[in-house]
């Protein structure tokens, strides 16, 4: 069975950090690109940041430079790494797993980050 589940989130001043994590089973994790959304309340979804198999990474212009992506294939893991970190980056972030080959992806639940003083 399939699983991604993120964890990491919280609530966090201005220009402070967060880590986010997304764990994945039930599938070949390695030979999957993994991305990040987010979904501010009464918006949609957006790409944030992607990592493929190769580790060839891609951003948002709006997280560019402040939020790294990265993947450990050991752990079946990506990261986010949130950096200098804006009221405009609260969300629910979300990772999508999508296959470098085939069709299907796969969801997690979300994890809240809230950027507040």
């Known amino acids: 069975q399939v699983h991604l589940v993120e964890s990491g989130g919280g609530l966090v001043q201005p220009g402070g950090s967060l880590r986010l994590s997304c764990a994945a089973s039930g599938f070949t994790f390695s030979r999957y690109n993994i991305h990040w959304y987010r979904q501010a309340p009464g918006k949609e979804r957006e790409w944030v940041a992607g990592?493929?198999?190769?580790?060839?990474?891609t951003y948002s212009e709006s997280v560019k430079g402040r939020l790294t992506i990265s993947r450990d294939n050991a752990k079946n893991t990506v990261y986010l790494q949130m950096n200098s970190l804006k009221p405009e980056d609260t969300a629910v972030y979300y990772c999508?797993?999508?296959?470098?080959?085939?069709?299907?992806?796969?969801w997690g639940q979300g994890t809240q980050v809230t950027v507040s003083s």
């Open positions: 999508n797993a999508v296959p470098s080959m085939g069709f299907g992806d796969y």
């Open positions: 990592i493929d198999f190769g580790d060839t990474t």
